[in-house]
């Protein structure tokens, strides 16, 4: 049966000059508002399975090209899909692959992950590296944004998007309508330089500030051949509290005494050390916890900062269920926001006073159904004869706010770098901006950090690939 693509064409002017603009691979569209789209329309597809392809955008500058994409149904994007970029990149329909009217010499599958390099007669396997690929969001949508980065280059060496005009098709291979041009979308590059980004820096905007360090050690702790590694990342973030998740081998005590000499002096004299939680959350604080609470496989720690008789910090350690487990990691989400409101309850199993305020923080792995990220934020529980109603989770009635910390080397928020996936966003942090505000805060990695940031604080730039696939997130909270 012949296959049925739905392309995606400009139906007015052939050639595409779009101004370069400051965007960022967070899974937040906002910042694409002031671009022209290329393709607006909306068209009922009688194919069953297949993906409409509504509107995309496209923009660049010198170091990334960044596309935005809307399709008419909530999608996972890394998988069950089959929605596929062609790229002509010598503007000459009569080399590569023909389709949609252009010789194609990229093509990429977004839900196989996977492409091929179309060199004369050879096919070269290509994964999402050879192209520099980064995308968001990690979860369902119906929107979605990526970027490729000019620099990438298949494993034989060659430069998979060159700086130079190119057409390029989107297709839904598993059917749809095809819309009426034959020459596919023709864009040239701005090449325009980015506007900076934000300097390099690690220490607190005020001594005073609370540091969270959030870290998934993927069960490398312990590694002797990592503890160097281990020791240069903590001993430049210098956080106040070490929240760590899978961090399985050893007891509270054991990990405190490994990690202590890395660690800056505590605030209060004293270090207290809790494990909790299937995953094994793991917090050392300055601080004492008036109660630890495992919340399956997350766990959450009220904190009595200052000596308070009364918690002052009610810090949840996220590290829910991995991978397609949706099921429970929803279960798990309406777990952790049943807490939060028995919490807020006057008469609660864990009263707090009113405004405390409350932090989620860690590995959410929010990498299936969009609902459990707006069961974290709005308070959107599922199983309500289970957890209770669906509320409003902050003290004012508002929803938890979403930190976003950014990386410094480049514009883009994700927190997970591996093989098989795209680089994702799996380590989150909410919290009740109502009465807690932020200070410095960032995504933390060595890797593409200047020579002279490296010697300033001790790194090497492999220690971050030494010593996790999740990045840390650095928070600096700011009590009143």
């Known amino acids: 049966m012949k296959s049925l693509y739905l392309l995606l064409l400009l139906l007015c002017q052939p050639d595409l000059f779009l101004a370069q603009t400051e965007l ?6 906002e910042d694409w508002a002031g671009i022209p789209l290329l393709v607006d329309v909306s068209k009922p597809n009688p194919v069953q399975g ?20 809307k399709v008419d149904k909530e999608i996972p994007w890394q998988v069950e899909n089959r929605i596929t970029i062609y790229l002509d990149t010598d503007d000459d329909p009569s080399t590569g692959q023909v389709i949609g009217g252009i010789g194609a010499e990229v093509a990429f599958t977004f839900g196989e992950r996977q492409g091929q390099l179309l060199v004369g007669k050879d096919t070269i396997p290509l994964e999402y590296q050879h192209l520099g690929l980064v995308g968001a969001p990690s979860t369902t949508s119906a929107h979605f944004e990526w970027a490729f980065r000019w620099e990438a280059q298949a494993e034989e060496g060659q430069v998979t998007l060159p700086k130079k ?9 598993i059917g749809g309508d095809m819309l009426p041009d034959e020459d596919g979308l ?7 330089a980015p506007s900076p980004l934000p300097q390099a820096t690690f220490e607190r905007d005020n001594p005073e500030h609370l540091r969270l360090l959030s870290h998934n050690v993927n069960r490398r702790h312990f590694h002797p051949d990592k503890k160097d590694a281990f020791t240069r990342v903590y001993q430049a973030l210098a956080p106040d509290l070490l929240l760590l998740q899978e961090a399985y081998e050893g007891s509270a005590e054991e990990i405190l005494a490994y990690f202590q000499p890395a660690l800056p002096a505590s605030r209060s004299g004293e270090w207290y050390a ?20 495992p919340l399956g496989n997350s766990a959450a720690y009220l904190l009595q900062l ?17 991978c397609r487990q949706d099921s429970a990691r929803q279960a798990e989400a309406d777990q952790i926001l049943a807490f939060v409101r028995d ?12 405004g405390t305020p409350i932090m989620l923080a860690g590995d959410a792995n929010l990498v299936g159904l969009k609902k459990q990220y707006h069961t974290l934020v709005e308070g959107s529980i599922q199983d309500e004869a289970k957890f209770g109603e669906a509320f409003s989770p902050d003290w004012d009635g508002t929803p938890l706010a979403d930190l976003h910390p950014p990386h410094f080397q480049r514009p883009h928020t994700y927190t997970w770098r591996g093989n098989g996936f795209f ?8 919290y009740t901006d109502s009465v807690l505000k932020i200070g410095h805060h960032f995504v933390f990695d060595t890797v593409g950090l200047p020579k002279a940031v490296l010697e300033k604080y001790n790194l090497r730039e492999m220690d971050a690939p030494n010593t996790y696939k999740h990045m840390p997130l650095v928070v600096d909270m700011i009590f009143e």
């Open 24 to 29: 960022a691979i967070d899974g937040r569209f």
């Open 50 to 69: 297949a993906v409409d392809l509504l509107q995309l955008g496209v923009a660049d500058n010198n170091e990334y090209l960044h596309f935005y994409l």
């Open 165 to 173: 005009p190119f057409r390029f098709v989107i297709v839904d291979e």
């Open 186 to 192: 023709r864009y040239v590059p701005t090449l325009k």
């Open 274 to 293: 809790y494990k909790a939680g299937a995953e094994a959350t793991v917090l050392l604080s300055p601080y004492p916890a008036k109660a630890v609470v």
């Open 306 to 322: 200052a000596g308070k008789k009364e918690a002052q910090l009610a810090l949840i350690a996220l590290s829910m269920p991995c």
């Open 343 to 354: 919490l807020q309850t006057p008469g609660g199993t864990y009263d707090v006073p009113k």
């Open 423 to 430: 680089p994702g966003r799996l380590d989150y942090v909410f």
